[in-house]
């Protein structure tokens, strides 16, 4: 991967470099990195996607962006595959072949597991069965973005976790809060994206600072 191909001007794709460098640690397995946020429409999806797409067409990387937010799914009606079979049908059902619900979105190597055909927010708390899901993906991909409620249960067996916090609007105890919920998760925080972050001079001058 050559950092002449970053587009520079994009704010994740520094985040993708260290997600990159952070692969090596864990091949030959794939690497989960859970992504959540302390409030609804703090941006988690959008950066979920966004990082996707980036590390997808800066590498040959293999790249799934699961979602699992029984309550909303937008990753799955943004790529209008809401009620298609999905995560919480491949816990529920052993037999179920992973690739058959599995899509690609592109660019590259890069696909979505939807979050399912009637989904719950309790369909995640079997607990064998969500590990069974997750270490099927990594054994399939190389990076596995997931769009994750504060406390889902897949956090636990993610390797890294992200919070999303929008500018000038959470408050830091909040998030502090939301760790604390994640018992045993916390330890896994890999930083925090500061999104929709107001620049009161140009990006491109304020990027020279």
């Known amino acids: 991967m050559s ?29 989960t990195i859970y992504i959540t946020s302390a409030h609804r429409g703090e941006g988690k999806t959008f950066c979920v996607n966004r990082l996707g797409r980036i590390c997808s067409a800066l590498s040959s990387l293999k790249v799934l962006l699961i979602d699992a937010d029984m309550d909303h799914g937008g990753l799955s009606k943004k790529f209008t595959a809401d009620e298609a079979p999905g995560l919480v049908d491949l816990v529920d059902d052993e037999s179920l072949a992973f690739q058959q619900v599995v899509r690609e979105i592109g660019p590259g190597n890069l696909c979505l597991l939807p979050r399912g055909t009637n989904a719950r927010p309790g369909d995640l708390y079997r607990f064998e069965a969500v590990e069974r899901v997750i270490n099927e993906a990594a054994s399939q991909f190389d ?8 406390a889902n249960s897949i956090a636990r067996f993610a390797d890294h976790l992200i919070w999303v916090v929008e500018s000038e609007k959470t408050r ?3 998030v502090v809060a939301g760790l604390a919920k994640m018992d045993g998760v916390g330890d896994k925080t890999l930083g925090v994206i500061l999104n929709k972050r107001k620049f009161y001079i140009p990006h491109w001058l304020y990027s020279r600072l």
Request: include cysteine; hydrophobic fraction near 40%.
């Open 143 to 150: 990076l596995i973005f997931v769009d994750g409620a504060d």
């Open 172 to 174: 830091r105890e909040v």
């Open 3 to 31: 950092n002449s191909r970053l587009p520079v001007d994009d704010v994740f794709s520094p985040l993708a470099l260290t997600l990159f460098q952070k692969r090596e640690e864990c091949r030959p397995q794939g690497m």
